[in-house]
């Protein structure tokens, strides 16, 4: 059965690929496995229908053979464990690759998150200020600095190319343009590696061509 994923109908990323669907449509391509994208408005994510199948109200969402998921570690995990390609063939080297999934989730993504969201969220409380937008650089620095240090000389995290690098590249990603990640020479490569895979390519023309179809709508 072709699973089918839900995405934004008109993505606020602005067809850069920051869309939660993202790193889903790249585990597919990896996979190779066909998808069906059903398209969402802002309106319809918070409908019941919606809401049945991801009670946040976000996207995506996940569905095959009576199954349905959401959240994108998830969903990528789930990918993962079902095709090959994703995750390594030993024990202890599949282990070390969902570990880097659940590091790029929670440990590297939340300060790069809280910095983009207190820059248009928070601009214009009283408690905003230039040094709120500094010190949260400064986390962002000190995660990159750790990450740089274990990323090394490594073409990957841990070996060969695995979901855990895909969702790593894809939360590093967010941080293009910020002159943050240009800082480590080798983290900056890394992602270049990431974007410069063939299923990633694809991935990143399939979320841009629903967005792109939306502004010729307009």
Same mark, same amino acid.
């Given at each position: @059965?072709?699973? #089918? ?15 939660? /669907? ?76 969902? @570990? ?6 929670? #440990? ?49 995290? /841990? ?7 895909? @969702? @790593? ?50």
């Amino acid at each position: @059965m072709i699973p #089918t994923i839900t995405v934004f109908e008109r993505s606020p990323d602005g067809g850069s690929g920051h869309a939660r /669907d993202m790193p889903v449509r790249w585990a597919l391509e990896e996979a190779g496995q066909p998808y069906h994208a059903r398209l969402v408005s802002f309106r319809g994510l918070k409908e019941p229908a919606h809401r049945r199948l991801q009670p946040f109200g976000q996207i995506p969402t996940y569905e095959e053979d009576g199954l349905v998921l959401f959240e994108s570690g998830a969903i990528v995990l789930h990918i993962a464990e079902r095709h090959a390609g994703l995750l390594p063939g030993g024990e202890h080297g599949r282990a070390r690759a969902i @570990m880097w999934i659940f590091a790029a989730l929670n #440990t590297v993504e939340p300060p790069i998150v809280e910095h983009e969201q207190a820059s248009y969220v928070e601009h214009g409380q009283p408690w905003f200020c230039e040094e709120r937008l500094s010190f949260l650089r400064d986390r962002i620095r000190v995660r990159l600095a750790q990450l740089s240090c274990r990323l090394g000389d490594g073409g990957w995290l /841990d070996g060969a190319f695995s979901a855990g690098d895909l @969702m @790593m590249v894809t939360v590093l990603r967010r941080l293009n343009g910020s002159g943050l990640l240009e800082d480590h020479p080798n983290l900056a490569a890394y992602v270049a590696r990431g974007e410069a895979r063939p299923a990633f390519r694809r991935a990143f023309e399939a979320q841009r061509a629903v967005f792109l179809a939306s502004s010729a709508g307009e």
